[in-house]
């Protein structure tokens, strides 16, 4: 689900964004990365978990202190002085690739403080999806989160456990881990590790599904959604990310989720369109066509 931000905060996303992608560059390419007027920084996979790491550490600041988030995100406060104080909280404690994106968060224009707290946090998740992005294992992280999405979509009670913000939060990580069991790939364990630390009120399978969009929207794919009452072979599987590629005109990516209701067909869900073409939609259709 895309980020209800305003014009504005989108620029100030994209921006800032921008940024973020030339340092996941650097570190697929090799090169040294320039953050602002310092050569000599080096990015690669573990910076990059690091940078993740940071940029949701103060992520979590933000969320946790509103009267800090209000300051460090007020439009109408000279750029400098929102910077002074960012340098003044975290200065030191974060690297020099983190203090300089979280510079340019607090320098670009938000038009209101929680927008800057979205945006920290997806800046975050896509720094996070940095080492898949240049490994080339971004369709697996896809398809992790996208199935412990639907894991947690079936454990009501497994999901409110790891919600459960009177609880430790070092028992929900542990929970989480034990969950995993070992079996996800790290990109994926952290991004479902820093969710646990900050749910903030969402539906944990809801915040699976949207990282497993962002991980497609990364690859340069939209997400397809399909129920189905039988599994996909993979050569149908195949077929159909082709049919619905040409289809939409743009590269598909599919997330199939079992569903016997539907007796047979198929029902694929991409954005708000809905495509029902199971025997439980034709029947339901055909009994509100008949005469009452």
Do not use: C
Request: hydrophobic share 40%; charged share 25%.
């Amino acid at each position: 689900m895309a980020l209800a931000l305003s014009a504005a905060s989108r620029q100030a996303l994209t921006d800032v964004g921008a940024r973020l992608d030339e340092i996941i560059d650097s570190s697929r390419s090799g090169p040294v990365a320039r953050i602002g007027e310092k050569v000599g920084i080096t990015t690669g996979p573990s910076t990059l978990a690091q940078l993740g790491d940071e940029l949701f550490a103060f992520t979590r600041l933000l969320a946790q202190q509103p009267a800090v988030r209000r300051l460090l995100g007020d439009a109408t406060a000279p750029e400098a002085s929102r910077v002074q104080l960012a340098d003044r909280l975290v200065g030191g404690q974060l690297s020099d690739t983190s203090m300089d994106l979280v510079r340019r968060l607090v320098s670009v224009r938000w038009s209101r403080s929680l927008d800057l707290l979205d945006g920290s946090e997806a800046l975050a998740r896509r720094a996070t999806l940095g080492p898949a992005e240049n490994d080339g294992t971004l369709d697996d992280v896809e398809d992790e989160l996208f199935r412990f999405g639907r894991v947690l979509d079936r454990e009501p009670r497994l999901t409110s456990l790891l919600s459960d913000r009177s609880a430790p939060e070092q028992g929900r990580v542990a929970l989480l881990d034990q969950v995993l069991g070992g079996q996800a790939s790290a990109v994926t364990a952290a991004l479902l590790q820093q969710t646990v630390r900050l749910p903030r009120g969402r539906h944990l399978d809801e915040v699976a599904e949207e990282l497993a969009d962002l991980a497609a929207t990364r690859r340069d794919r939209s997400v397809a959604r399909v129920s189905t009452p039988v599994a996909l072979t993979e050569e149908q599987e195949s077929r159909l990310t082709d049919t619905l590629s040409r289809l939409y005109g743009r590269p598909m990516s599919l997330h199939v989720e079992l569903d016997e209701s539907l007796l047979g067909g198929l029902v694929v869900r991409v954005g708000g369109e809905v495509i029902d073409g199971s025997v439980a939609g034709r029947l339901a259709a055909a009994r509100r066509a008949m005469p009452s």
